[in-house]
């Protein structure tokens, strides 16, 4: 987890699109967010979040292949306080750990 996040930035899931949306309706919590095909707009009072994503060619390791999702993230109207509120809850819902 971060201790801060910037306005504007990117990242590379190890997830599948279909994993990444059904991931996505907790990690908003209460949030209301609209879909619109690799794109969503989630309502973050006082502001917005924007985010895009797109599939990208498996990280390949040995005999592993692991999905990479490449997703933007882009904040509106939001101080610095408020995008780390909204994201330390998205990253520990998106938090995945092997055993």
């Not at 209460?30 to 973050?44: I, L, N, P, S």
């Not at 933007?72 to 408020?82: H, M, N, P």
């Amino acid at each position: 987890m971060q201790s801060n996040y910037a306005e504007r930035f990117e990242r590379e899931m190890g997830c599948t699109e279909a994993e990444w949306l059904g991931w996505l309706p907790a990690a908003m919590g209460d949030c209301v967010w609209r879909r619109d095909g690799q794109r969503a707009t989630v309502e973050v009072p006082p502001g917005t979040l924007s985010l895009r994503w797109e599939t990208c060619p498996p990280r390949v390791i040995a005999l592993m292949r692991m999905p990479v999702l490449q997703v933007r993230f882009a904040f509106s109207g939001l101080d610095a306080a408020q995008r780390y509120t909204f994201m330390r809850r998205f990253d520990l819902y998106m938090q995945r750990g092997g055993g």
